[in-house]
């Protein structure tokens, strides 16, 4: 286990999440951690690129055409035992170390 002072701003770590947390804010700021991997990027970009092209439904509302928009997707679960892998940047650091307490972290 890596305690939040030995974690090096420009590493790659592999996060273990060893119990979920409880507070709205720390379940935000591990699923924002989470979605940054490259492949779940790529999968939100495709999700919203549908979305756009014809997921919304357009209504007349009021004599005018009002867009009802699909809620986006979510394609991570925060939750005991998720691992997730990251190329940390120094930008990242305050919010990893305001969730150490969730998470478990190793060198990848």
């Not at 804010?25 to 951690?33: G, H, N, S, Y």
Request: hydrophobic share 35%; glycine share 6%; aromatic share 4%.
């Amino acid at each position: 286990m890596t305690t939040a002072t030995a974690i090096d701003p420009t590493g790659t770590y592999t996060f273990t999440i060893k119990k979920a947390p409880l507070r709205t804010a720390q379940i935000k700021t591990v699923k924002r951690l989470m979605e940054m991997q490259p492949h779940i990027q790529h999968g939100l970009k495709d999700l919203a690129r549908g979305r756009a092209q014809g997921g919304n439904d357009p209504r007349r509302r009021a004599g005018r055409i009002w867009v009802h928009r699909k809620r986006r997707t979510n394609l991570v679960k925060v939750e005991a035992g998720a691992t997730f892998t990251l190329r940390l940047t120094p930008q990242m650091v305050p919010d990893i170390n305001s969730v150490m307490d969730f998470l478990d972290a190793k060198s990848a």
